[in-house]
T-cell receptor, first 113, second 112 residues
């Protein structure tokens, strides 16, 4: 089955540690996105990538970093500089074309204590 | 980005039609209207999108006002599985793979 996989589903870390969230897709999509969702809120864009080896900052990129070395993979690192890292993180992908739907993974819930 | 306005919450009885409104008075000529929904503890899923004409698919119908300043997502027969947050989003067709900008959406409750 084609799809977008985020792992792990739940992640716990101590404050001050960097943590990397995995996002893999086998849909052959060019574009990939990372969003963050806080309780009762909509999604906010962290980073997105329209093509391999290229990515752009979203609205809340501070304290996060990404890489796009392969078309299938777009890992997100939450660094110790991110002041409020506890959140639900969602990855998505889409084909080229501005009306192509985004396909979302089922998210990673990160808790930092 | 052009903004949308949706009610915070709505309620529907099971097996009845549901009309979810969205206002977008500042919509531009190249903005498409997209709808996504998010079930609890899951990522959003695409529902439908349109530009000017009404659209139908297996999940829902999208009715777009003639002046395009508002639209309505129609679920023809609500089921318990339709309980979710529904997001109405404008997306400029002319700007490449622009990311979606999500508001808070409408939380739909379905009563058995």
């Amino acid at each position: 089955d084609g799809g977008i996989t985020q792992s792990p589903k739940y992640l716990f870390r101590k404050e001050g540690q960097n943590v990397t969230l995995s996002c893999e897709q086998n849909l052959n999509h060019d574009a990939m996105y990372w969003y963050r969702q806080d309780p009762g809120q909509g999604l906010r864009l962290i980073y997105y990538s329209q093509i391999v080896n290229d990515f752009q900052k979203g609205d809340i990129a501070e304290g996060y970093s990404v890489s796009r070395e392969k078309k299938e993979s777009f890992p997100l690192t939450v660094t110790s500089a991110q002041k409020n890292p506890t959140a639900f993180y969602l990855c998505a992908s889409s084909i080229r074309g501005n009306n192509s739907p985004l396909h979302f993974g089922n998210g990673t819930r990160l808790t930092v204590t | 980005d052009a903004k949308t306005t949706q009610p915070n919450s709505m309620e529907s009885n099971e097996e009845e039609p549901v009309h979810l409104p969205c206002n977008h008075s500042t919509i531009s000529g190249t903005d498409y209207i997209h709808w996504y929904r998010q079930l609890p503890s899951q990522g959003p899923e695409y529902v439908i999108h349109g530009l000017t004409s009404n659209v139908n698919n297996r999940m829902a119908s999208l009715a777009i006002a003639e002046d395009r300043k508002s639209s309505t997502l129609i679920l023809h027969r609500a089921t318990l599985r339709d309980a979710a947050v529904y997001y109405c989003i404008l997306r400029d067709a002319g700007s490449g793979n622009t990311p979606l900008v999500f508001g808070k959406g409408t939380r739909l409750s379905v009563i058995a």
